[in-house]
């Protein structure tokens, strides 16, 4: 049966690869980003299904409107992926406030604000799955300079679990992966050189099969989703 899944952060890397899987899998796909042109070309390539561009940022109510009055054209939401995030890499010394209420406002606001224009539309059964990262996940290994970043995926780590709390009883699953080095632009802008063992479009292969059956096996939980022990 085909469903119909909003995703944030489509224009390139993960959330690209798993709007792509999703759309071959003949499901309907809102993918949002604030780059217009690539969410064009994201549209472009799909095969089948039927993937909705509307370019939006998340920081701003206006553009959350624009989601909203996107969606309310569907028959309502079988799923949420939240994956849109920025990052960034400096000493814990050396990053001004701004910079860590930048990541806040983006990495966990924006899904507050998406989530919170979105629940009317989420059907009984939905399934919301928040990415995070293992530089949010307790205990795993950090990297020096992701201070504001791991700062910001831990809070969407504590977010996932209250959203759980207070939809569990509406049948609404949340869920939060927190994902380890996967081989993406903002990883090569973060860490020059480094080569992840994963690829964007395995991981959005995972993520797509994740948001449609995950939900049977768990609910409010957050799981790391890492070959080694990556920050």
Do not use: W
């Amino acid at each position: 049966m085909s469903k119909t899944i909003l995703i944030t952060g489509a224009s390139r890397g993960i959330g690209y690869e798993t709007a792509l899987k999703l759309a071959s899998e003949n499901h309907t796909v809102i993918a949002t980003a604030r780059s217009k042109d690539k969410l064009q070309e994201l549209s472009k390539a799909a095969n089948n299904g039927q993937i909705i561009s509307t370019p939006a940022d998340l920081t701003k109510p206006e553009d959350i409107k624009k989601l909203a009055d996107a969606v309310a054209g569907t028959n309502g939401l079988d799923g949420l992926i939240n994956n849109a995030g920025v990052v960034h890499r400096e000493a814990f010394m050396d990053t001004d406030i701004e910079v860590f209420k930048k990541l806040m406002d983006v990495n966990v606001y924006g899904i507050v604000r998406l989530t919170q224009a979105m629940k009317t539309h989420l059907k009984k059964g939905s399934h919301i799955l928040n990415i995070s990262s293992m530089s949010g996940y307790q205990g795993s290994l950090k990297f020096g300079g992701l201070s504001a970043y791991g700062t910001a995926k831990a809070a969407v780590v504590g977010l996932s679990e209250v959203m759980s709390a207070e939809f569990t009883d509406e049948n609404i699953a949340v869920n939060c992966l927190c994902i380890g080095a996967v081989q993406t632009e903002m990883l090569a802008e973060a860490f020059p050189g480094f080569e992840a063992p994963v690829s964007p479009q395995q991981m959005g292969d995972y993520i797509a099969n994740f948001i449609l059956t995950g939900h049977q096996f768990y609910n409010g939980k957050v799981l790391p989703v890492a070959l080694n022990d990556p920050g």
